[in-house]
Every structure is written in C-alpha cells, then in structure tokens.
C-alpha cells in the first residue's frame, strides 16, 4: 500500500515569499513576469509553520539572486525539514546542507546547451552523497514528448523524461522533484500524461507539481499516481493567496495518509 504526503514550499524571489507562474521567469525584464502572489511574511514563517504541522521534505526554492539571507533563515527555522533549490552546483551544494537543508536539489547546473554533463553529475554526487540529492527535471511537452527545461524553465533541453532517463538519473539522486511546467502556477488542473508516466517508471520517491486547482486534486494525483506520487501545492494554497486548497486541508490529507498507512502496514511481533 502506496500513501501520497502533501510536501510544502517556499519559493523565493529577490528576497520574497512569492507565488509565480514559472514560465513567465526570465533573466532579463520582469515586464513578462506573473507573479500570483506576494507574502507580507519572511520565508522563516512559513517553515516554522510546516514543522510545527510535522511536513517534511518540503522545497524551498530560491528563483534567482537575492535569496541567501531569506533562505538561511527558513533553514535555521526548520533544520533538516527542507530541501533547497536554485544555483545549486558543486562548489555550494555541502555548503546548504551545513545550513540546515535536508537535500539539495539541481537541475541547471547538470546541463549545457541542453545536454547531460554527466561528468558535474557524478562530481555532486560525490560532493554531497546520493541520498541528499534531488534532481529536478520539471518539463514542458513538445510534439508529444515531455522535456525537461532547465535556467529557469526557459530553455529546453534534448532530454525526454521517460523510462529510459528516469533510470539513468537514478543513479545519481535519492528523488526526483517534477513540475509539469506548461500548468505550473496556473490552477488549471494537473497534468494526467505526465502523472501516468511518472507513476509507470520513476524508480525513486517522485514529488509531482504543477496545475493543482482544490483539493479533489490530490485524490486525483494518488489515483492517476497510483499512489506512488507525492505533490506539492503552491498558487491554490489560501496561504498563498489562492482560494481552490486551504492550508488545513492538505494538512489533514496528510495525516489521513499517514493514519492509513500505519494501519495497513503489516505488524511485527516479537516473542
């Protein structure tokens, strides 16, 4: 029996609690930028409030520069209760887990004019261990394939996430973190395909985001999952300023989880 965990987050943008359409990030002018949301509180309240409701393996993500002090500061809120992402490479990666981050997770920085560089794959691996390794492929579909996007999802790269690149990456990481790009941020509703194909092949714990509008969403992701998928809310969250998922919900989504997994998890008993 398979069990879905709701896991938070945190993105940051110069300095800022913020809720934004990821496809609309960009390096040059922010005249394109959609941003849903802008939280009056620091990224630390957000992580104390998740471990004092016991969620783990939350994301906390820094989009673009600005963001050391405010994610520092969310770290040192909730030690080992958040993985953190954005310019992660080899020469910072220990760095954050000396912080207080649970996992590192990475995407640009494995690849180069959209091909894997296994060769700064395997020096991560290295650097910080398998197990606190995430990698991130969030992709966007092209004629009829998903592929993962990399420098703030602007550009594509050759690598089609299906059985065979779920397997190679395996190798390498402990999860996988997978946005469905093309509806992040937009509360339009998940992304099926890629729910399916995640659920059919990824080897390894797989956080699924993206399109998530109320909270029917989740059972949705657990069904089309299989229950082998955990997700992460953020736009619909009424801590973000949506209206489709309240906070409590999803808390208590997770604690059902969790209630009916320790119920069906088989008893040991000792003489």
Known sequence: MFTVKFRPCVDLHDGKVKQIVGSTLSDGSSDTLTTNFSSPHPAAYYAAMYRRDELSGGHLIMLGPGNQAAAVAALTAYPGGLQIGGGINVDNA???????????????FVFRDGLVLTDRLRQLTRAVGR??????????????????????????????VDAASLAYFADYCAEFLIHAVDVEGKCCGVDDGLLELLAAHSPLPTTYAGGVAKIEDLYRIREIGQGRLDVTIGSALDIFGGKGVKYTDAVAFNRAETAENNRLRPHCFLD
């Open 94 to 108: 220990a760095a954050w887990l000396d912080r207080g981050a649970a996992m590192v997770i990475v995407t640009s």
């Open 131 to 160: 197990e606190r390794l995430v990698i991130d492929l969030s992709c966007r579909k092209r004629d009829g394939r998903y592929l993962v996007v990399t420098d703030r999802w602007q550009n594509f790269t050759t690598t089609t």
